[in-house]
């Protein structure tokens, strides 16, 4: 039984990779496998895509950061209904995938994956944490459709 997949994907000021992304649909699918085999229910999780400068006043704004990162995830979850938003640089992205010699796909998977695991109450604020959602990142990773 495939979980509900009520995944929301959109794009903001991104007009350069919009045709970089795989089939919208394998990526709902695959999150909703994430979310399910997490335990959670989906209720809503929408990713935008967007650019450094976006998602630089993002941090500004809402977190009191003036450095540029690669997602931003805001939890609206309620016990176990996962709900959140995840904001996703794609300049980042796309500069991470060669840093760490990885394809554009699998960097931007990487980090979904990564947003999607904070909303179901992973951390990596410590070296252990840290290596638990690496992990976690990983096994997902390679569950992909």
């Known amino acids: 039984m495939t979980p509900d997949c009520n995944?929301?994907?959109?794009y903001h000021e991104v007009d350069q990779f919009g045709d970089s992304l795989i089939d919208i649909l394998q990526l709902k699918t695959w999150i909703g496998n994430v979310v399910h085999r997490e335990g959670c229910v989906l209720d809503i999780l929408e990713f935008v895509f967007c650019t450094d400068a976006h998602l630089l006043s993002i941090?500004?704004?809402?977190?009191?950061?003036?450095?540029?990162?690669?997602?931003?995830?805001?939890?609206?979850?309620?016990?176990n209904l996962l709900s959140g938003e995840c904001y996703i640089s794609l300049e980042r992205v796309k500069e991470n995938s060669v840093i760490f010699n990885q394809s554009f796909e699998e960097e931007l998977h990487r980090i979904m994956v990564h947003g999607v695991l904070h909303l179901c109450g992973?951390?990596?604020?410590?070296?252990?944490?840290?290596?638990a959602m690496r992990d976690r990142e990983d096994t997902y990773l390679a569950l992909r459709i």
């Open 122 to 131: 992973y951390s990596d604020k410590s070296a252990k944490d840290k290596k």
């Open 59 to 79: 941090n500004q704004t809402y977190l009191d950061h003036d450095t540029l990162t690669d997602i931003i995830t805001f939890d609206y979850s309620r016990e």
């Open 7 to 10: 995944v929301s994907i959109s």
